[in-house]
């Protein structure tokens, strides 16, 4: 009778299969990293955290590499908080060649408007920087590679008129890695005449206009308005150039310079004045129009 206790008693002591092994629909589930939360460094390969590279203004803790940044951001960023009145935002593109490529350029407009919030790839307006009233323009590569079409030609031209009969400082940030919009044929590459002859009104008028080159900036922005500036700034290892480095390796069937087209490379041959961390630019703006009695 004991044996048969001290048998029942061990086997309760015992425990099931069902107890000691966990049924899959009773299994822990591990906790992943949630999506979102770390971004990779394009420059180092680090990985870091996403909150902290916003903090810093959308800059690489550990390289200095400048992230790509909205042009609503980088308003936010130079412009007085609570000061930015957009300017002719009501101005639209349409589709006068009817054209299409992988899609009709409608659908296109259409679907980049969606994605950035954007109207177009460039917003203007005015606002203060530190207290100083300025004209401001920023290009977005998120919006067809910030290519500049009838719309975006047309908003610098009225926002440099505007500037010329209000004797603002004027200040272009070009993040346009796309040139003259094919979408849109003859019609896109007449705007580089026509913002760069504004330009040249505003200048005879006695206008500051500081450019700002940032990453990237090319084909026709930067064949025109962007390269006009009385003061040219540009961020951090800027890719700034007209064509790609293979483009113009295929045609002049050359090795080129490494580095040839960024920021660095343009300092040190003297096609810009200074090269400005992100962190500095609403600072070293405000000096230069202080220094230019503007």
């Known amino acids: ?67 790509y940044v909205s042009a609503p951001d980088r308003i936010n960023q130079v412009i007085d908080e609570g000061t930015f009145e957009p300017m002719n935002e009501q101005l639209r593109s349409t589709d006068p060649l009817e054209f299409s490529d992988r899609k009709r350029y409608v659908e296109r407009l259409v679907g980049e408007q969606k994605r950035t919030g954007l109207t177009d790839a460039v917003v203007t307006g005015v606002g203060m920087v530190r207290a100083r009233r300025v004209s401001i323009a920023v290009t977005d590569s998120a919006f067809i590679m910030g290519s500049m079409g009838s719309v975006v030609g047309e908003r610098l031209t009225r926002l440099i008129e505007h500037s010329t009969k209000q004797n603002l400082p004027l200040i ?50 930067a064949a025109s308005f962007a390269s006009l500036g009385d003061l040219c700034f540009a961020e951090p290892k800027a890719l700034i150039g007209f064509a790609g480095p293979r483009t113009i390796k295929a045609t002049i ?42």
């Open 1 to 67: 009778m004991a044996n048969v206790e001290s048998s029942a008693v061990a086997s309760s002591a015992q425990p099931t299969m069902s107890e000691s092994t966990p049924s899959p629909s009773n299994t822990p589930k591990k906790r992943g990293v949630p999506e979102g939360l770390w971004l990779k460094c394009p420059a180092c390969g680090a990985s870091v955290y996403k909150k902290e590279v916003e903090q810093r203004l959308n800059v690489c803790p550990k390289c200095e590499h400048h992230f």
């Open 172 to 221: 272009i940030i070009s993040a346009s890695g796309g040139g003259a919009r094919m979408h849109e044929g003859i019609l896109s590459l007449m705007q580089m005449a026509k913002v760069s002859a504004a330009l040249a009104r505003y200048d005879k008028a006695g206008g500051l206009f500081i450019s700002v080159l940032t990453n990237p900036t090319m084909g026709g922005v």
């Open 253 to 294: 069937g050359i090795e080129l310079p490494e580095g040839f087209q960024t920021s660095e490379f343009f300092l040190e041959h003297g096609f810009i004045d200074r090269i400005v961390e992100r962190k500095n630019l609403k600072t070293e703006i405000a000096r230069a129009i202080d220094y230019c009695g503007k």
